[in-house]
């Protein structure tokens, strides 16, 4: 039987072999464009503006984003049990007390947002409230209160500044070089080319990334609540409602704690551009974890 700790270091080691090979890519990539075009503008500008604009995204992230799902505060006084959950969860896992939003939705779903520990927040939709036990409902959160403490924002914003750059970089090449440059036939090609693959290549390894932390969020989470029942159980009810957030949208879907738009996608292609590992994966990981197993977080 698995135990947790080796889950959580796995997935830990994954996730930065992952973000090394992203890396990498990059610094490879700017390197051919140098080369063939004889110019590194293209790098500089879309390194600046990437960075830039993804400052910004992560700096109002939690206010984009609840906005964007509807996300409305809740206040001790009204969802008393569930702030003793995640107050509880807080004090185990040495954070703050995040905030608590509810989404007015029937679907079954949660996710957490915030830049930082200090500004953590975890929102359930009202159809989770419902339909999912004490138990379960602890260990959804305790995998959102992972989210915050491995912060999974910060390593998301990182992945995205990478395919940003990767992005922007193929329209510079190919809409900004001069005419000399578009005049050469082999660096038509090769613009064509990149402007194609690379960023598929860099959306694969970001949602790569994200899958990762979704697994690494699991196995925290379990070393919560040292019950992995509860986050396995919360996840087959999760996964068998057929209803979609309504107000959730391909931009937010990789921060719920699975698939929020509810579409089959099957086949190897399909599950390269998920955002989530596949949901029968995850629970089959939870139940052979061994809760008890000795080793340090």
């Known amino acids: 039987m698995a135990t947790l700790y080796r889950y959580k270091s796995e997935n830990i080691l994954k996730t930065w072999l992952l973000m090394t090979a992203f890396f990498v890519?990059?610094?490879?990539?700017?390197?051919?464009?140098s080369i063939v075009t004889n110019n590194g503008t293209f790098l500089v500008v879309a390194v600046i503006g990437s960075i830039f604009s993804s400052i910004f995204s992560y700096w109002f992230s939690d206010k984009m984003v609840l906005k964007m799902t509807n996300a409305k505060e809740v206040s001790?006084?009204?969802?008393?049990?569930?702030?003793?959950?995640?107050d509880n969860l807080a004090i185990t896992a040495g954070l703050p007390t995040p905030k608590i939003y509810v989404i007015d939705d029937p679907a079954l779903n949660a996710f957490a947002t915030g830049r930082n520990p200090k500004h953590g927040v975890i929102v359930f939709t009202r159809g989770l409230l419902e339909?999912?036990?004490?138990?379960?409902?602890?260990g959804v959160a305790a995998h959102e209160m992972s989210h915050i403490g491995n912060r999974d924002i910060l390593i998301g914003t990182v992945a995205v500044v990478f395919a940003s750059?990767?992005?922007?970089t193929t329209r510079f090449l190919f809409f900004f070089g001069d005419s000399r440059e578009r005049q050469n036939p082999l660096l038509m090609v090769f613009g064509i080319v990149m402007i194609i693959l690379a960023p598929i290549i860099a959306t694969v390894l970001q949602l790569a990334i994200s899958?990762?932390?979704?697994?690494?969020?699991d196995a925290s989470g379990v070393a919560l609540t040292r019950y992995p029942e509860g986050?396995?159980?919360?996840l087959e009810k999760i996964s068998s409602s057929?209803?979609?957030v309504s107000t959730a949208s391909e931009a937010t879907a990789h921060l719920f704690i699975d698939e929020?738009?509810?579409?089959?996608?099957?086949?190897?292609?399909?599950?390269?551009?998920?955002?989530?590992p596949p949901v029968e994966e995850r629970i089959a990981r939870l139940r052979d974890m061994d809760a008890g197993g000795k080793g340090k977080f």
């Not at 001790?76 to 995640?86: H, Q």
């Not at 339909?131 to 602890?138: F, G, H, Q, V, Y």
């Not at 899958?211 to 969020?217: D, G, N, Q, T, V």
């Open 131 to 138: 339909k999912l036990n004490k138990e379960e409902i602890r």
């Open 76 to 86: 001790r006084k009204n969802l008393k049990e569930l702030y003793e959950i995640v």
């Open 25 to 33: 890519m990059l610094v490879l990539f700017g390197y051919i464009i």
């Open 165 to 168: 750059i990767i992005a922007m």
């Open 242 to 244: 057929d209803i979609s």
């Open 231 to 234: 986050l396995a159980s919360a």
């Open 260 to 276: 929020p738009i509810k579409e089959k996608k099957t086949g190897f292609f399909a599950k390269l551009f998920m955002t989530h």
């Open 211 to 217: 899958r990762k932390r979704e697994f690494l969020a």
